[in-house]
């Protein structure tokens, strides 16, 4: 029983969800960006159309269980449009944090079927963020840097109340998954020493990832050291993800004892974690064009960090400037 009151203790945590309402607007942001480009190129009646309508080959009009939408009404290039114009409303109003339950909820609705229309457009990416939208429909993420929140308050943050924590502990605990799972499937010997860390070598020479002709242009080749660092602390990196596990819990229950919870806190390992994903994430999207993966993975970063930390930044911040206007 007194373990299960420590379990229970842990999951009802309350807190300002201004890390939630980040995540809110950040991955609201990044979809945003993603389907306008979508919309940009002229691609919602190609992908979200049936092959006998002009679309992207698919089986989807043969299968036994055809996606919810088409039985609600009939396929069509403008459907596949008015389908696209729903996202992109939803998304608008999500970053706004305008009715975020519900427009949440109709958000993930209308962005599943987009995937199940054409199954090969979905990216693993999309799936993990529509996890993350679940559980922000559950979440308070919109009680503070929303519009309803400065019109309710008259400030963006809300009026400061505590709602609970557990969302924001399970999207930690999703991206602890994610990438201990991506270095476990890492199962070439270019990822190992036996290949000599040559992965990010040989993948930048794929025309289809390479975001410019780096080999044609002698990059690779003069920063190869630097490649095989990068692909060493890559592998590393996501093997070592549950170790954030442990991080995040030394940092609750920081007032016991212990050398190794002494060490974590002292040294701060979840943040230096975190700066090398932020600088493994920023090299891929500088280096590689794998769409919106790197921006989504750092939109989620925020739920890292507790609330009390951005306050203190913040007050640390006010105070450096109050101490330079009197200097100056």
Same mark, same amino acid.
């Given at each position: ?23 809110? %607007? ?17 691609? #919602? ?26 039985? =609600?009404? &009939? #396929? ?19 970053? $706004? ?24 457009? &979905?990216?693993?990416? &999309? ?11 559950? /979440? ?5 840097? /929303? ?14 109340? $505590? ?9 930690? $605990? ?11 499937? @890492? ?26 002709? =780096? ?52 040294? &701060?390992?979840?943040?230096?974690? !975190? !700066? %090398? ?22 939109? $989620?970063? #925020?739920? =890292?960090?507790? #609330? ?11 105070? @450096?400037? /109050?101490?330079? /206007?009197?200097?100056?």
């Amino acid at each position: 029983m007194k373990l299960w009151s420590k379990w229970v203790a842990l999951w009802s945590q309350r807190e300002v969800p201004t890390m939630l309402a980040l995540i809110r %607007i950040f991955v609201g942001v990044v979809l945003l960006w993603d389907f306008v480009e979508i919309g940009l190129h002229d691609l #919602p009646e190609v992908m979200w159309t049936p092959q006998e309508l002009g679309g992207l080959p698919s089986n989807v009009l043969q299968r036994k269980v055809p996606p919810e939408i088409f039985t =609600w009404i &009939d #396929p069509s290039p403008e459907l596949a449009w008015g389908l696209w114009g729903l996202i992109i409303l939803c998304l608008v109003l999500l970053i $706004l944090g305008i009715a975020t339950p519900v427009v949440g909820a109709i958000l993930v609705l209308a962005y599943a079927q987009t995937s199940l229309i054409l199954p090969l457009s &979905d990216r693993g990416i &999309d799936l993990l963020l529509r996890n993350v939208l679940m559980l922000l429909i559950f /979440s308070k993420a919109g009680a503070t840097l /929303s519009l309803p929140a400065k019109l309710k308050t008259g400030s963006w943050l809300g009026d400061g109340q $505590l709602h609970p924590s557990w969302p924001r502990y399970l999207i930690a $605990l999703q991206l602890v998954v994610m990438y201990f799972m991506a270095g476990v499937q @890492k199962t070439a010997l270019t990822w190992t020493p036996l290949g000599g860390y040559n992965a990010l070598y040989v993948i930048l020479h794929d025309p289809h990832i390479a975001r410019m002709d =780096w080999a044609g242009m002698g990059v690779l080749d003069a920063v190869s050291p630097f490649l095989r660092v990068g692909a060493a602390t890559t592998h590393i990196f996501e093997w070592g993800a549950p170790i954030l596990v442990l991080a995040l819990w030394f940092r609750y229950t920081r007032e016991r004892p212990g050398r190794l919870r002494a060490f974590f806190l002292r040294w &701060d390992v979840r943040l230096i974690w !975190v !700066v %090398i994903g932020a600088v493994l994430h920023l090299g891929i999207a500088i280096a590689m064009q794998l769409g919106i993966f790197a921006w989504a993975m750092l939109a $989620l970063y #925020p739920a =890292w960090f507790h #609330p009390d930390e951005i306050q203190r930044l913040r007050q640390w911040w006010k105070e @450096k400037r /109050s101490k330079a /206007s009197s200097s100056a």
